[in-house]
């Protein structure tokens, strides 16, 4: 699984856009890229995920750089219950589905 | 369908006691992973299962761990001879075979005293 880095903390306004940026260099070729999220006290939560196309739900939207070492997810109008711990993993979904988190980042939404 | 479950939700127990935690996944879910996180860190890989089959174990999940799902669908984690390192929350998930997405439990938080 390729290593990932995030900001650890960001900041948003309700009802902006915020975009989470993720690095992941080391990426290979059938790496996905997961995004869940983790509000306080509960267990991750699955957001979105992708291989190369941008992709969209009901939730985020994900964007995949060309070269795949870098991606954004998109939330489009942060809400306070969207302040939690956002992580972003690389890795390979085949064998086990395993998931390496790392530390994430943690979104606040001020009102 | 209530998503996953995990029993009991927090368990105080004080050191060189075991401990046993239960997780019932989503039905139909023939995968099942076992995850520990500590403070301020990402959850980490522990164990995972395919239907009753034990396929992967880290290197964390040491000879005072061992995790169960004798019929394919709940798993138990029974960690031996508690240590005040094992506090921590113990979170289960699930997925289909075939399928990216995992579905979390809400974790067990572990307190040694």
């Known amino acids: 699984d390729a290593k990932t880095t995030q900001p650890n903390s960001m900041e948003s306004n309700e009802e902006e856009p915020v975009h989470l940026p993720c690095n992941h260099s080391t990426i290979s070729g059938t790496d996905y890229i997961h995004w869940y999220r983790q509000l306080p006290s509960q267990g991750p939560e699955y957001v979105i995920h992708?291989?190369?196309s941008n992709v969209n739900n009901r939730m985020a939207s994900l964007a995949i750089a060309e070269d795949r070492k870098s991606s954004t997810l998109i939330l489009h109008r942060a809400t306070l219950r969207d302040a939690a711990v956002y992580y972003c993993?690389?890795?390979?979904?085949?064998?086990?589905?395993?998931?390496?988190f790392g530390q994430g980042t943690t979104l606040q939404v001020k009102p | 369908d209530t998503g996953v479950s995990q029993d009991p939700r927090h368990k105080i127990t004080k050191r060189g006691q075991n401990v046993t935690f239960r997780c019932d996944p989503i039905s139909e879910h023939n995968r099942l992973y076992w995850y520990r996180q500590t403070l301020g860190q990402g959850p980490e890989f522990l164990t995972y299962f395919q239907n009753e089959a034990q396929l992967e174990k880290s290197r964390l999940l040491s000879d005072r761990f061992s995790a169960e799902r004798p019929k394919g669908s709940f798993s138990t984690l029974e960690i031996q001879r508690t240590e005040q390192g094992d506090s921590a929350m113990y979170l289960c998930?699930?997925?289909?075979?075939?399928?990216?997405?995992?579905?979390f439990g809400p974790g067990t938080r572990l307190t040694v005293t």
């Open positions: 998930a699930s997925s289909l075979q075939g399928a990216v997405e995992q579905y």
């Open positions: 992708g291989l190369t």
């Open positions: 993993i690389a890795g390979g979904w085949g064998n086990t589905g395993k998931l390496i």
